[in-house]
């Protein structure tokens, strides 16, 4: 890959593992291991949180007889990760941070966040993921034993990817251009002004 594409050192390796990353959905039965594990978490831990207000709690599933209990009620986990990591939302600590969590939307804000920041990890890590929003909250937390106060709202399926070759839809694009997706200033600016000033 170009320097010109993605820059030079370190940042440039950053925008290259940001780039290169895909959803990955299907998985060899490979664990992921004790270290890599760790590591995930600690890319969970340091997403920004607003107000620092960290009402988060994460639960790492790594269990094959759990993840076989959990597939049936989410149908986004079309494959079978070795690791799930449940991003959940603690009612307890929200409403100590006077968080009103069925309005305030920096809560899937935080949520996300933490969701990207694995993502990005796993791929650093030569591993997959893909996210998963379709699924019963109500039986994954069965499943979990989550008490009450504690709502899974996102998992992150992992694992080592299993080699797929990988089919669009017809008609279907992979990715925007810088330029589709930017404006400049105000809405309907394309053109960069700095761009234009350079130019004799």
Not at 58 to 65: E, F, G, Q
Not at 85 to 90: G, V, Y
Not at 115 to 143: D, K, W
């Amino acid at each position: 890959m170009s320097p010109a594409r993605t820059g030079s050192g370190a940042g440039g390796i950053v925008l290259e593992t940001i780039r290169s990353r895909r959803v990955t959905r299907s998985f060899t039965d490979a664990p992921v291991s004790d270290e890599h594990v760790r590591l995930l978490l600690e890319a969970a831990r340091w997403a920004p949180s607003s107000g620092n207000r960290y009402i988060n709690k994460l639960v790492v599933v790594r269990n094959p007889s759990t993840i076989t209990l959990i597939k049936p009620f989410c149908p986004g986990v079309l494959g079978t990760p070795t690791l799930m990591l449940a991003i959940c939302t603690d009612a307890q600590k929200g409403a100590a941070e006077q968080v009103q969590l069925d309005k305030d939307r920096s809560v899937w804000i935080d949520i996300g966040m933490i969701a990207m920041n694995v993502m990005i990890a796993a791929h650093a890590l030569g591993l997959g993921a893909c996210p998963a929003t379709s699924f019963s909250r109500s039986a994954v937390s069965a499943i979990l034993e989550l008490p009450e106060w504690l709502t899974p709202d996102f998992i992150v399926q992992l694992g080592h990817p299993a080699a797929v070759t990988r089919v669009m839809r017809p008609g279907v694009r992979s990715r925007l251009s810088v330029e589709e997706m930017t404006y400049w200033e105000r809405y309907a600016t394309t053109a960069n002004p700095s761009d234009t000033a350079t130019k004799p």
